[in-house]
């Protein structure tokens, strides 16, 4: 399945970018295509567009914070974790995802 | 981002706030920051509101704060794990930066340090270096790498 979505922690320097590598691997592992924005302190990278929306089957919201644009996911299938639960067992998360766009 | 005199390897520690106080007073005698007490406040009110042990026997206590003069990674490798809240924890990478004078450049590090905890050939080399020196050497030259 195609996958989109955010990572984003409070300070914005280590733990946005850990989820973000950790549910890459575990996404591409399970043989899923996966893009996530990051909203760290560098601001918005890999920006999640309308048209990775269109395309894709189900978001991923991973943060500890508040973050920018959440409404463009409204016509997706929204699945939300704390973004260190998602650092912690990337691939549970994933089959978490799958599960809920089985149900 | 890396510096010899702020690596450390074969460490033993009783709890997560005695290598917080050990690794600001060295980042603080390699005058990375001034006013240590401010900045290892910050770090412990971090902790406070949200464990910086990711798992992986890893921890990144971090904050940001003026009193940082320049952007630094103090890395510390215990001899055996020690709990860190409900973590189990060997390796320690605790981060400055400052508050307002932050580049970009020194962000891009940290993203890709971040990054390369979640890799377990990073991980496993890290862990396998056999004294400060070689640990230092390692993380240079990807950092280097990295920067070019």
Redesign the interface.
């Known amino acids: 399945m195609k996958i989109v979505g955010i990572t984003a922690c409070?300070?914005g320097?280590?733990?946005?970018?850990?989820a973000?590598?950790?549910l890459e691997?575990a996404a591409r592992n399970r043989g899923h295509q996966i893009k996530l924005e990051?909203q760290?302190?560098?601001g918005i990278e890999n920006e999640i567009t309308e048209e990775d929306i269109a395309n894709a089957d189900i978001a991923l919201i991973a943060v500890?914070c508040a973050v920018e644009g959440i409404e463009r996911f409204d016509s997706l299938q929204i699945v939300e974790i704390d973004v260190?639960d998602a650092?912690?067992?990337p691939t549970e998360t994933i089959i978490k995802v799958e599960e809920s766009i089985s149900s | 981002m890396f510096e010899k005199e702020l690596v450390f390897t074969n460490m033993e520690f009783n709890n997560k706030w005695e290598v917080i106080e050990f690794l600001t007073t060295k980042a603080a005698e390699n005058e990375k920051l001034i006013k240590s007490e401010i900045f290892e406040k910050a770090v412990i009110q971090r902790e406070d509101e949200f464990s910086t042990a990711v798992g992986y026997e890893v921890a990144i206590p971090h904050g940001s704060s003026d009193t940082v003069k320049e952007s630094f990674v103090a890395v510390c490798l215990l001899k055996k794990v020690m709990p860190w809240d409900n973590e189990e924890v060997r390796m320690i990478f605790m981060i400055g930066v400052p508050e307002s004078r932050r580049t970009q450049e020194h962000l891009k590090i940290l993203a890709w340090l971040s990054r390369s905890l979640m890799r377990e050939e990073f991980r496993k080399q890290v862990m396998e270096a056999k004294d400060s020196y070689s640990l230092y050497n390692y993380l240079h030259v990807l950092e280097t790498n990295e920067e070019e």
Do not use: F, L, R, V
């Not at chain 1, 320097?13 to 850990?18: C, F, K, N, S």
């Open positions: 409070p300070t320097i280590a733990h946005t970018y850990m973000q590598e950790a691997t990051t760290g302190a560098m500890g260190g650092i912690k067992n």
